[in-house]
Nanobody, 121 residues
């Protein structure tokens, strides 16, 4: 199984980025796909998850970020708008069976290598 993220970069505060994560080696449509992020010196934190029928977001990104998936392309996306300096982090894509504990990183089986998002003020 391989998850490969892309789309990170440097953006000014208030700007937008779209992250992509392409999955291979798994039956993509059957997995919940999540995005997490980790800033220097901080723990990895939940950002968003998408199942076959629902999406969930952390309070810190709700209304600004949108998670979506294209099962035909084995790809999950994270559209990030109105970015803030506190959104800067390495963003990770993760795959796992959906659980009510979906905010916990331990619920996810597979992880990508991460993509850096930097937000300048």
């Amino acid at each position: 199984v391989q998850l490969v993220e892309s789309g990170g970069g440097l953006v000014q505060a208030g700007g937008s980025l779209r992250l992509s994560c392409v999955a291979s080696g798994l039956t993509f449509s059957t997995y919940a796909m999540g995005w997490f992020r980790q800033a220097p010196g901080k723990e990895r934190e939940f950002v968003a998850v998408i199942t076959c029928s629902a999406t969930y977001y952390s309070d810190s990104v709700k209304g600004r970020f949108t998670i979506s998936r294209d099962n035909a392309k084995n790809t999950v996306y994270l559209q990030m708008n109105s970015l803030k300096p506190e959104d800067a982090a390495v963003y990770y894509c993760a795959a796992g069976a959906f659980s009510v504990y979906f905010t916990a990183s331990t619920q996810y089986t597979y992880w990508g290598q991460g993509t850096q998002v930097t937000v300048s003020s």
